[in-house]
């Protein structure tokens, strides 16, 4: 609200101990609400005009009186605007989208709905874009450390961050050569190629799609754990099959010679 200067008394100025509460000034308990309509909460009229509440201008002994606002009144960032000498007071004209980014609205309303227009109209994307990594993106990664621990170094036991990402890390700088970028990372360009089975990441059950091409996160982790799991499985069953061939051999009587031809035997 504009002010006192404005506008007039916007609070009550006596109370009841005070000495100029009297006269038209005097407010007492049975004057409070003089001058409400009567009849319920039906308009009440001063000849033509309806009857305004407020609570400016007190010149009465009523808070509540009939009268003229001496300057415009602007509420609700510029919404609500009483822009007359008497009558009704009404609302400004309500915000109005004019084209495809813009409003025709008191100044707050409209760079208000014109930021919610353009928030609107950007393309938002529900899909990730696949970024091919620089080897230190790799080397940091806790997923290719893990990767590494498992393929690379052909380690079984469960990967431990704290007791295996040094070794992890050195072992992926090692294979790809301490290369700065990805285009010079040819196991990048190979991976790209790669050919995923449908069936592990998606509802389709045959043919198969370059990893490179794969660009929803879900999909991808659902392909890590997958081949993870594969490979600890193998390496398994190779240190199974390994223990097994040196206990025939330790138990063996005959010459390596003799037991390699056996072995060979039994694959046919």
């Known amino acids: 609200v504009q002010g006192r200067a404005g506008l007039g008394n916007c609070r009550l100025e006596a109370v009841v101990s005070d000495a100029e509460n ?6 007492v308990a049975d004057s409070l609400y003089y001058g409400l309509p009567t009849g319920g909460p039906e308009l009440s009229q001063t000849g033509t005009t309806v009857d305004n509440c407020a609570l400016t201008a007190h010149t009465g002994n009523t808070i509540l009186k009939t009268q003229n606002l001496r300057v415009d009144l602007k509420l609700a960032g510029d919404y609500i605007t009483v822009n007359q000498g008497a009558g009704d007071a009404k609302a400004a004209a309500k915000p ?3 084209g495809d ?16 227009l353009k928030l609107a109209a950007a393309p938002l994307s529900a899909s990730a874009s696949l970024k091919p990594p620089s080897l230190a993106d790799l080397t940091s990664s806790n997923a290719a ?33 301490d290369a700065k970028d990805s285009g010079a990372i040819g196991a990048w360009t190979a991976l790209q ?10 509802d389709r059950s045959s043919g198969n799609t370059k990893i490179g091409t794969i ?9 890590l754990p997958y081949y993870q ?40």
């Open 96 to 98: 109005a989208k004019g």
């Open 229 to 268: 799991v594969r490979k600890t499985t193998e390496l398994t069953s190779l240190r199974g099959e390994f223990a097994r061939l040196r206990n025939t051999i330790a138990q063996d009587p005959s010459g390596p010679e003799q037991l390699c031809n056996k072995i060979e035997e039994q694959q046919k």
């Open 145 to 177: 450390c893990r990767l590494s621990h498992t393929w690379l170094l052909n380690k079984t036991k469960p990967y431990d961050k704290s007791q295996h990402q040094q070794a992890a890390a050195q072992k992926i700088r090692k294979e790809l050569k």
């Open 22 to 27: 009297t006269g038209n000034n005097k407010l």
């Open 215 to 223: 660009s929803d996160p879900q999909q991808l982790l659902t392909i």
């Open 101 to 116: 980014d813009t409003y025709t609205a008191p100044p707050l309303y409209k760079a208000a709905g014109e930021a919610l």
């Open 193 to 202: 190629d790669f050919d995923i089975p449908n069936a592990i990441f998606s």
